[in-house]
């Protein structure tokens, strides 16, 4: 039942996706780091931010994947996946 009320606000436009500065950001309820995430401007610099840290950290460069897991890496909690 709680999957299909989110498929539903997914669906509607005041509570799914935003799009900002060209990028897709996911909907403000789905931002769970904090209250901060909900302005956009916020949201799209820290995703900036932590990119920048990762390309610097680990070594990625721009055409790797990466995917949050708590699955792989205990330490950074992210699963490098080669393009």
């Not at 309820?29 to 949201?43: H, N, V």
Request: glycine letters at 4%.
């Amino acid at each position: 039942m709680k999957s299909q009320i989110h498929q539903l606000l997914d669906k509607l436009p005041f509570t799914s996706s935003v799009k900002f500065n060209g990028i897709i950001l996911p909907p403000k309820r789905r931002r769970w780091c904090g209250s901060e995430f909900r302005d956009d401007d916020y949201c799209f610099q820290s995703a900036i931010l932590e990119a920048k840290r990762l390309k610097f950290e680990f070594g990625i460069k721009n055409n790797d994947n990466i995917f949050e897991s708590t699955e792989t890496d205990k330490q950074t909690g992210l699963y490098l996946s080669q393009s």
